[in-house]
């Protein structure tokens, strides 16, 4: 006889993120509202969602551990589709630069940003880079990620880029959050190819990307379209070598400036395209005809002081918009979803509903694991997390540095015990 271990979660305030099963996202007006019910109950079984109602618990649930919410919130788990956490120490000399003036393209011309980070990560070993790493994991966790995207693209030669992705994989199977694994050399030029950028490209497509296909290293691979960067042509070809060991398209694209990362993205089926805080009316009006996410990254845009990406005008032309972190020890060291989500409705103007949805079902469709996580639906993944009591959702972005999280449920355990 098999035993099924369920845990019946009782005295919830509010149970927020509420989506019909087959919801993979919310498009346009839709983001604007998010489906609650109040003073409910929560039936987990073997770390899926199976039942949730309004009080009182239905009977025939005796069995069950029964955990008291309290009156708190419950959330779906935020998921951070885009993040840079596997690095090698920190760029906090990079900070004082950019405060006495110097841009993010200045710095990276002058061999630091990328560069510097991949000198540092060359020194590390893969025990110590995983350790870091963990403990970012460990740091995101505990404000409210439940899913995350990790790339690599700190290595800028093939055998770093490897052990990125090893520690990646290794990450995969020993931390309780859902991790997706992208590949990420043409993240920048590796420094022994200086002057050489079509040498560079030659080593991606011909040497990186087989090995990292030969191991089954990365469900998606990534390049940096932009100014200073990858043209969409070497984009294009990076993708299509990609594309034959299987790994989707992510890009970063239109953050610097107007480079074309967009229109690459579309014609190669891209999952999503990220940042977009140089994205033109053109490019919104093509991203409406096609599936690939934009992502706007609003941690980036503060730290770096500079636009953040149109995201209420996307929304208004009928668009689905995700927002992820871009966790990094460069332009944006932090995972905090919670401060992403607070950005996006004071810098972004989003509502919170639509911030909300922006850091969960559509930033989980931008990995391509909707179908999984990011809403509170029977037959998901049980990641979500319990607030102490507040007055509304909208609170939750209103208190922009308050920890107002109390538990956390990864795959129907509580974190932490």
């Known amino acids: 006889m098999i035993t099924m271990k369920q845990t019946l979660i009782t005295n919830i305030g509010t149970l927020a993120g509420i989506l019909p099963t ?69 760029r906090e000399g990079e900070f004082v630069d950019k405060i006495r003036g110097l841009s993010y393209a200045e710095i990276a011309r002058r061999g630091g940003g990328i560069l510097n980070s991949a000198d540092r990560l060359h020194e590390l070993s893969e025990d110590e880079l995983y350790n870091q790493a963990m403990q970012r994991v460990s740091e995101i966790i505990l404000k409210g990620t439940g899913a995350v995207e990790i790339k690599s693209g700190y290595g800028l030669n093939t055998e770093d880029e490897l052990k990125m992705l090893r520690v990646i994989r290794r990450i995969k199977e020993t931390a309780p959050l859902k991790v997706m694994s992208t590949f990420l050399g043409a993240h920048a030029v590796g420094r022994a190819y200086a002057g050489r950028q079509s040498e560079y490209v030659d080593l991606v497509v011909n040497e990186m990307i087989p090995e990292v296909g030969r191991l089954q ?21 990076i993708l299509e070598a990609g594309a034959q060991y299987g790994m989707r398209p992510k890009i970063h694209g239109q ?142 972005p209103y208190a922009y540095t308050q920890p107002i999280i109390r538990h956390i449920f990864l795959n129907g355990e509580r974190y932490g015990g």
């Not at 770390?47 to 779906?76: C, H, N």
């Not at 290293?217 to 990858?230: K, R, T, Y």
């Not at 005008?313 to 871009?326: F, N, P, Q, R, T």
């Open 22 to 90: 087959g919801a993979m996202k919310r498009c346009g007006h839709e983001m604007a509202e998010i489906v609650c019910m109040n003073n409910a109950w929560m039936l987990l079984q073997d770390g899926i969602i199976k039942d949730f109602g309004t009080s009182p618990v239905p009977e025939g649930l005796e069995t069950a551990e029964v955990f008291d919410a309290q009156g708190g919130t419950v959330m779906p788990s935020f998921c951070d589709s885009h993040t840079h956490i596997v690095y090698a120490g920190s």
């Open 217 to 237: 290293l990365a469900d998606f691979i990534d390049v940096f379209c932009d100014e200073g960067f990858f043209t969409p042509e070497e984009t294009a070809r």
């Open 255 to 396: 953050e610097l400036a107007d480079s074309g990362g967009v229109e690459v993205a579309v014609n190669h089926k891209a999952l999503s395209v990220d940042h977009l805080e140089s994205m033109t009316d053109r490019d919104i009006a093509l991203l409406a005809t096609h599936d690939t996410m934009p992502t706007a990254l609003p941690g980036t845009s503060f730290f770096l002081n500079m636009p953040f990406a149109p995201a209420r005008k996307m929304i208004e032309k009928g668009l689905a918009v995700a927002i992820a972190s871009d966790y990094n020890p460069g332009s944006t060291p932090s995972g905090d979803m919670k401060f992403v989500v607070s950005l996006a409705c004071i810098k972004m103007r989003l509502l919170p509903a639509e911030a909300i949805n922006a850091a969960t079902i559509n930033s989980a469709c931008a990995m391509g694991i909707s179908r999984d996580y990011g809403s509170i639906t029977k037959g998901k993944v049980a990641n979500f997390f319990i607030t102490d009591p507040i007055p509304s959702i909208d609170y939750i």
